[in-house]
Structure formats: C-alpha cells, structure tokens
C-alpha cells in the first residue's frame, strides 16, 4: 500500500506540472465501461474471475501544442465477479476489486483534414492494488496485494469545441505472484480541455 501511495504522489506531481505548461492542451477524462479478465485470471485454477465486471476510470491528459505524442495520468477501478457470485446453492458475495494508478504514452492520429476525430494509441505502466471483497469472503483471504503493471491499447475520440467523447480498450497485465492477473476493460466516457 505505501508504494501505491507514491506513484499516487508521483502521478499527481506530474498532473500538476503538465497543467501548469501553458503551451499544451490540458485534458479532464472520465469514463465506465465493462471488464473481461484473460488467461489464468479467468480460469478455475488461476482466479475464476468472470466476465462482465464494471470499471471506471479518471484522469488528466496533457499534450504539447502542436504535438500528437503526450501523457495521460489516470487512475481506474474494476471489479469481477467469480463464479462463487452464481454458485447453484445460493450466491456468494465475493468479488475481485483492482484500484490502480498509471502513466501512460499517448499518441493521436488526426484521420485526414479532420482533426476532430482522432484513432489513437496509449501505452504505460503503474500500480495495482488488489483483493477479494463481500461479505462472504472468508477472513484469510481479504488481504490487499500491490504489484506493477503494464497496460496498452487502442482508442478513437471526437472532439466538438472543449468537450470530447472517446471509446477505448485496453490490456492489463499485473505481475503478481504466482501468476499474472490479465483483463481488458472496454469503456465510453468524455474528454474535456481544461485550458
């Protein structure tokens, strides 16, 4: 949990300085969607996560003027349900929870002479914090875990004046022991320029 919090610190002083760049486009970002989890993850043996967890994620994008390359600063939940939620005896409430923080490269692709719609690229890393929750989950097995990982994807936004919309995917693949824990949220959600 300490190391969450400093790449929280880290993350929020970098936010801080790319405001203060009056040379770039600041942009506010939120956005919900739906997570599948991947590989082990989603195996009986590996995590028996299910499909359909809800994510949400927030975060501050700064590109200089000019320039399709920038960083995105955001932090996300996600929550899986396992099969213990649908078992025939009566459902268990236990749930996975991921809270992470992460820096990412951006880069946008201008599609033609509209700059308005815009493909694009992101890629980064940061820290995972992860654990069981719900009432059912049995007391050894509550405990949060921290570990790094990586995530990229791919997205495409519109942009009318200061307000945007986008739509993106991204891979998540967090190093923890024994095996990784890999999922790809898939979101909407708005972009808007702070400056």
Excluded at 4 to 22: D, R, W
Excluded at 38 to 43: E, H, L, P, T, V
Excluded at 169 to 181: E, K, M
Aim: proline content about 4%; charged content about 15%.
């Amino acid at each position: 949990m300490k190391n969450l919090i400093k790449l929280s610190i880290v993350l929020v002083m970098t936010g801080a300085f790319a405001v203060t760049n009056a040379a770039a486009q600041v942009r506010g970002v939120v956005g919900v969607g739906l997570s599948v989890p991947m590989g082990d993850f989603a195996d009986a043996t590996g995590g028996d996560a299910e499909a359909g967890g809800g994510t949400a994620l927030a975060g501050i994008e700064w590109l200089p003027t000019g320039s399709s390359f920038g960083l995105r600063v955001d932090g996300a939940y996600n929550r899986f349900c396992t099969s213990a939620c649908d078992q025939p005896g009566g459902d268990l409430d236990i749930r996975y929870r991921f809270l992470n923080a992460s820096l990412n490269g951006l880069l946008e692709f201008p599609v033609g002479a509209d700059v308005s719609l815009r493909p694009y690229v992101i890629a980064g890393g940061g820290i995972y914090n992860y654990k069981l929750v719900g009432d059912d989950v049995p007391a050894a097995a509550g405990d949060s875990e921290s570990d790094f990982g990586l995530n990229a994807g791919l997205g495409l936004a519109y942009t009318i004046g200061r307000l945007g919309v986008f739509g993106e995917a991204r891979f998540h693949n967090v190093f923890a022991t024994g095996s990784d824990l890999q999922y790809v949220p898939v979101m909407v959600g708005a972009r808007i320029n702070l400056q």
